[in-house]
């Protein structure tokens, strides 16, 4: 049996635990079959302003809240394009802040970087180091590295940055917004962006940029902002409650009812169930070493991720064999990623996941690798 052979409907609600795309609500996904309407004039202006309102909230921001109909990946682009006019500095430390590194060699940038090893977090001290020998129109930085469940200081390496005043703060937070605390306009992020896909539990095909005013008046001189990722394109149409382009309309309308509901939990009741979330699945993978299986969370202690948590697999025990067996159970874990493959799994506890049902998993992978 290949993972390929069922489908969503012969498993119930509550046992997916990908760390992306995640499991989203059946009120949520019901949202999506609402009839089209126009993306242009007065009923979809008002229905922009509403979505407006709900994203400012839960992103903790005054300023606006740009939506894209693609993956976060435009929106690293987008932030390339906009902040970058010669030479940047990426932060790496797992596949998807090097893949940050890669869109700015590919938008024609000199690209230095900041390399630690996978499964370890950056320093703002060394960042700072970095920043007196070279000069940078921007850093790059994953706030959490799904590939890894680390969970980088965004906020100490933006004060640092911002030690150098023409020096922009670029954050992928795709899994960290809706899991983590994060405040782009207090901590000095110049670009936040995130996806739907992630704890955000909504489907895959839009993603959110938050812009600084800094970001933003950077963008008006960019040589090479392009056109479909142009962040002036988006703050023209953003003035009038449009689109920049024709979005998902769908899954903007499955975005209205996850705001709602988030609101009404909380971001910071929303940001305490990921931390109870991922504290348990830590404790899970110390019980299961003291019985005698030795696991081990791959992030240090203090830099570990509330979404994700990546877990080192005993030696000979293959990583697709261990999510294989979890699927065969009728439930999904997520494998290890890239140079991690055959040696971890990801479990991706976040969303609208709950206790009970992250026990539920806990149980099944204590059963498959017992």
Same mark, same amino acid.
């Given at each position: 049996?290949?993972?390929?052979?069922?489908?969503?409907?012969?498993?119930?609600?509550?046992?997916?635990?990908?760390?992306?795309?995640?499991?989203?609500?059946?009120?949520?996904?019901?949202?999506?079959?609402?009839?089209?309407?126009?993306?242009?004039?007065?009923?979809?202006?008002?229905?922009?302003?509403?979505?407006?309102?709900?994203?400012?909230?839960?992103?903790?921001?005054?300023?606006?809240?740009?939506? +894209?109909?693609?993956?976060?990946?435009?929106?690293?682009?987008?932030?390339?394009?906009?902040?970058?006019?010669?030479?940047?500095?990426?932060?790496?430390?797992?596949?998807?802040?090097?893949?940050?590194?890669?869109?700015?060699?590919?938008?024609?940038?000199?690209?230095?970087?900041?390399?630690?090893?996978?499964?370890?977090?950056?320093?703002?001290?060394?960042?700072?180091?970095?920043?007196?020998?070279?000069?940078?129109?921007?850093?790059?930085?994953?706030?959490?590295?799904?590939?890894?469940?680390?969970?980088?200081?965004?906020?100490?390496?933006?004060?640092?940055?911002?030690?150098?005043?023409?020096?922009?703060?670029?954050?992928?937070?795709?899994?960290?917004?809706?899991?983590?605390?994060?405040?782009?306009?207090?901590?000095?992020?110049?670009?936040?962006?995130?996806? +739907?896909?992630?704890?955000?539990?909504?489907?895959?095909?839009?993603?959110?940029?938050?812009?600084?005013?800094? &970001? &933003?008046?950077?963008?008006?001189?960019?040589?090479?902002?392009?056109?479909?990722?142009?962040?002036?394109?988006?703050?023209?149409?953003?003035?009038?409650?449009?689109?920049?382009?024709?979005?998902?309309?769908?899954?903007?309308?499955?975005?209205?009812?996850?705001?709602?509901? &988030?609101?009404?939990?909380?971001?910071?009741?929303?940001?305490?169930?990921?931390?109870?979330?991922?504290?348990?699945?830590?404790?899970?993978?110390?019980?299961?070493? +003291?019985?005698?299986?030795?696991?081990?969370?791959?992030?240090?202690?203090?830099?570990?991720?509330?979404?994700?948590?990546?877990?080192?697999?005993?030696?000979?025990?293959?990583?697709?064999?261990?999510?294989?067996?979890?699927?065969?159970?009728?439930?999904?874990?997520?494998?290890?990623?890239?140079?991690?493959?055959?040696?971890?799994?990801?479990?991706?506890? &976040?969303?609208?996941?709950?206790?009970?049902?992250?026990?539920?998993?806990?149980?099944?992978?204590?059963?498959?690798?017992?």
């Amino acid at each position: 049996m290949t993972q390929t052979a069922a489908g969503p409907a012969d498993r119930p609600y509550g046992r997916f635990f990908l760390p992306g795309p995640t499991e989203v609500h059946p009120e949520v996904l019901a949202a999506q079959i609402r009839p089209m309407m126009s993306h242009r004039g007065a009923n979809s202006q008002a229905f922009m302003r509403g979505i407006q309102v709900g994203l400012q909230s839960v992103f903790c921001t005054a300023r606006p809240v740009f939506i +894209s109909t693609s993956s976060a990946t435009g929106l690293m682009e987008a932030a390339v394009r906009n902040a970058g006019r010669t030479k940047i500095l990426s932060l790496t430390n797992g596949a998807f802040s090097e893949r940050f590194a890669a869109i700015g060699r590919a938008c024609n940038l000199e690209v230095d970087t900041y390399e630690v090893a996978w499964g370890e977090a950056h320093d703002p001290s060394v960042l700072r180091t970095h920043l007196e020998n070279g000069t940078y129109d921007a850093i790059t930085m994953a706030h959490s590295e799904t590939s890894t469940g680390v969970l980088n200081d965004i906020r100490g390496l933006a004060a640092v940055a911002h030690d150098v005043p023409d020096t922009l703060v670029l954050v992928d937070s795709v899994t960290g917004f809706g899991a983590a605390e994060v405040r782009p306009d207090e901590w000095g992020i110049d670009f936040l962006l995130t996806g +739907s896909q992630k704890a955000f539990a909504l489907p895959p095909g839009l993603s959110f940029g938050v812009a600084s005013e800094r &970001m &933003m008046k950077r963008a008006q001189d960019a040589p090479n902002r392009g056109y479909y990722f142009d962040l002036v394109f988006f703050q023209k149409n953003h003035d009038k409650d449009q689109s920049p382009t024709t979005p998902a309309l769908s899954v903007l309308y499955a975005l209205e009812v996850q705001l709602d509901r &988030m609101l009404a939990e909380g971001m910071e009741a929303r940001w305490a169930r990921h931390d109870e979330m991922a504290v348990r699945t830590w404790a899970w993978v110390d019980e299961m070493r +003291s019985s005698g299986v030795p696991l081990h969370v791959v992030a240090p202690e203090g830099y570990r991720s509330p979404a994700v948590t990546t877990v080192r697999l005993p030696e000979g025990v293959n990583g697709p064999d261990v999510t294989q067996a979890v699927f065969d159970r009728d439930w999904l874990v997520g494998g290890g990623y890239g140079q991690f493959k055959e040696t971890t799994i990801r479990v991706g506890h &976040m969303g609208d996941h709950t206790m009970d049902e992250l026990n539920g998993l806990l149980a099944i992978l204590t059963e498959v690798l017992s």
